[in-house]
């Protein structure tokens, strides 16, 4: 079993920055492959980024390629997500989770809430 929590969201304004923090409990963090995904209001779930279980690799969806940065802390079970040059079209309930394999995810945060608004 994987529990995890996030952190850091909020209300930010166009071009400003938030920074996303995962916690993980319950096993063994440096493991295993993370991902960050959003959803924003009347659309599907968008994976974001995702980061290798040493950290050395990462992918980033076209939209937030350059703004986005995704880096993990094994040694405090902690995945971030650094987001810069916010955009109003980021707003969105962001989700970490658990990579099983491929892009298939097992364990979920219960997610939180980013809104980019002037």
């Known amino acids: 079993q994987v529990q995890l929590v996030e952190s850091g969201g909020g209300l930010a304004q166009p071009g400003g920055s938030l920074r996303l923090s995962c916690t993980a409990t319950?096993?063994?963090?440096?493991?295993?492959?993370m991902i960050w995904a959003r959803q924003a209001p009347g659309k599907g779930l968008e994976w974001v980024s995702h980061?290798?279980?040493?950290?050395?690799?990462?992918y980033y969806t076209d939209s937030v390629k350059g703004r986005f940065t995704i880096s993990r802390d094994n040694a405090k079970n902690t995945l971030y997500l650094h987001m810069n040059s916010l955009k109003v079209e980021d707003t969105a309930h962001y989700f970490c989770?658990?990579?099983?394999?491929?892009?298939?995810?097992?364990?979920w945060g219960q997610g939180i809430q980013v809104a980019v608004s002037s």
């Open positions: 989770a658990k990579v099983l394999y491929g892009y298939c995810a097992d364990y």
């Open positions: 319950g096993s063994r963090f440096s493991n295993y492959r």
């Open positions: 980061i290798s279980s040493d950290g050395t690799d990462t």
